[in-house]
């Protein structure tokens, strides 16, 4: 495991720096499950040297590469179109997230893309809805913090209103500052200032760990944009932001590990500021396990979230109850994707429980019964994560 990890990270470094990993790689099919999980597969084809590697394995990766690609040529034109449908309809919007990062990556198409999440004002969100629907994009669905499409090229649009979302209450004050905090880079086109836009993203990592778990390519993410603007960045301005959010611990765990990992240099934040070695063993080991949001082959995407309600509870038995309750009557934001008949006629909720229920008895109960298992996580492995999140700062 320790040589394939090695491996894994010394490729990225070695694609980011585009240059040939001349190293023989041994357990190949362990490291495209690794990179596949991390959402960084086809980030590292380019690098691999095809006589040092399985075969198949680098088939796999080449295969990665061309669905890497391809993905980044639509993703680019529906935020190119979406750009200018909202500027002609006077809708001032920003681009978030993996949206605004694959910009800032040696090349775009490293940085993959499940869907494009825009912001724009909470009274121009009806102004949006009319003129997407006048472009065909077909809505897919609304809930508390956004509202979903899809564009005629078939990709997910999540259209935001806030920032803020019953996951990030803790930052809520922070984040309605959303609007005073950008700079405009065309008539109705504006991106968050760097430093809100770096604090805004280690909220969003903090709020995956807690609810899903984040990969490595989240933490490359923090790496590449304090790289990008490391000479530019108002230092003052940033670490009152952290401090405002308790997130200063978070964000100098998050520079480590990309030095540890990846070889940046980020000496200027890290004074003085060091991790012993097992414990990067023990945080490297975590998120290559949960891959990107959780989604991790062989993780249980339910420890995330008992982790949470277990450190809300100060018990672990109290935690795991709540978490038990919420699993079996979820709210009606994570009811909507499937329900969405919710969004008007909310009263439902409890007949959409009862369906819920029986579609999962009935329709699949093998692999029903495999998961509920899962909710049956012991005391100590819990614990582990509790001790290793209260370090990471989170």
């Known amino acids: 495991?320790?040589?394939?990890?090695?491996?894994?990270?010394?490729?990225?470094?070695?694609?980011?720096?585009?240059?040939?990993?001349?190293?023989?790689?041994?357990?190949?099919?362990?490291?495209?499950?690794?990179?596949?999980?991390?959402g960084v597969a086809g980030l590292i084809y380019q690098t691999l040297v095809k006589e040092n590697i399985e075969q198949d394995s680098y088939h796999k990766f080449e295969k990665a590469f061309y669905l890497f690609t391809k993905k980044d040529v639509i993703t680019n034109l529906d935020i190119l179109e979406i750009s200018e449908l909202f500027s002609n309809n006077q809708i001032k919007h920003i681009f978030l997230k993996g949206s605004f990062l694959k910009?800032?990556?040696?090349?775009?198409?490293?940085?993959?893309?499940?869907?494009?999440?825009?912001?724009?004002?909470?009274?121009?969100?009806?102004?949006?809805?009319?003129?997407?629907?006048?472009?065909?994009?077909?809505?897919?669905?609304?809930?508390?913090s956004h509202t979903c499409y899809?564009?005629?090229?078939?990709?997910?649009?999540?259209?935001?209103?806030?920032?803020?979302?019953?996951?990030?209450?803790?930052?809520?004050?922070?984040?309605?500052r959303t609007w005073e905090e950008v700079y405009q880079i065309s008539d109705y086109r504006y991106e968050l200032n760097p430093e809100y836009n770096l604090v805004y993203l280690l909220i969003h990592l903090v709020?995956?760990?807690?609810?899903?778990?984040?990969?490595?390519?989240?933490?490359?993410?923090?790496?590449?944009?304090?790289?990008?603007?490391y000479d530019n960045l108002n230092e003052e301005k940033l670490m009152m932001f952290l401090q405002e959010t308790k997130l200063e611990l978070f964000f100098k765990n998050m520079l480590w590990l990309n030095e540890k990992c990846f070889g940046f240099d980020f000496s200027k934040y890290l004074e003085g500021f060091n991790q012993d070695e097992s414990f990067l063993e023990e945080v490297t080991d975590y998120i290559i396990l949960s891959g990107v949001h959780g989604f991790g082959k062989d993780f249980n995407r339910f420890t995330p979230r008992?982790?949470?309600?277990?450190?809300?509870?100060?018990?672990?038995?109290?935690?795991?109850?709540?978490?038990?309750?919420?699993?079996?009557?979820?709210?009606?934001?994570?009811?909507?994707p499937s329900y969405r008949y919710?969004?008007?006629?909310?009263?439902?909720?409890?007949?959409?429980?009862?369906?819920?229920?029986?579609?999962?008895v009935f329709k699949n109960p093998k692999r029903t019964l495999h998961k509920s298992k899962k909710l049956f996580i012991e005391k100590k492995p819990i614990e582990d994560i509790v001790n290793l999140y209260d370090r990471l700062g989170v």
Request: aromatic share 12%.
């Open 103 to 144: 910009q800032i990556y040696p090349e775009s198409y490293m940085r993959l893309m499940g869907d494009i999440d825009v912001l724009v004002s909470e009274e121009d969100l009806p102004k949006a809805s009319k003129v997407f629907a006048e472009y065909g994009y077909k809505h897919f669905l609304t809930n508390q």
């Open 306 to 336: 008992i982790t949470s309600h277990v450190r809300k509870a100060n018990n672990s038995r109290k935690g795991k109850f709540k978490h038990l309750i919420v699993t079996i009557f979820p709210s009606k934001k994570s009811m909507l």
């Open 150 to 176: 899809i564009s005629n090229r078939k990709t997910l649009i999540e259209v935001h209103g806030s920032l803020n979302s019953e996951d990030t209450d803790r930052y809520t004050k922070f984040l309605k």
């Open 1 to 38: 495991m320790k040589e394939v990890k090695n491996d894994f990270f010394a490729l990225i470094k070695y694609a980011l720096d585009n240059q040939k990993y001349n190293k023989v790689i041994n357990d190949a099919d362990k490291l495209f499950q690794m990179a596949n999980d991390a």
């Open 207 to 229: 709020k995956h760990l807690n609810s899903s778990g984040i990969g490595v390519r989240s933490v490359l993410d923090i790496g590449i944009f304090v790289n990008y603007f």
């Open 342 to 360: 919710l969004n008007k006629y909310p009263f439902l909720l409890p007949w959409a429980w009862i369906s819920r229920w029986t579609k999962l």
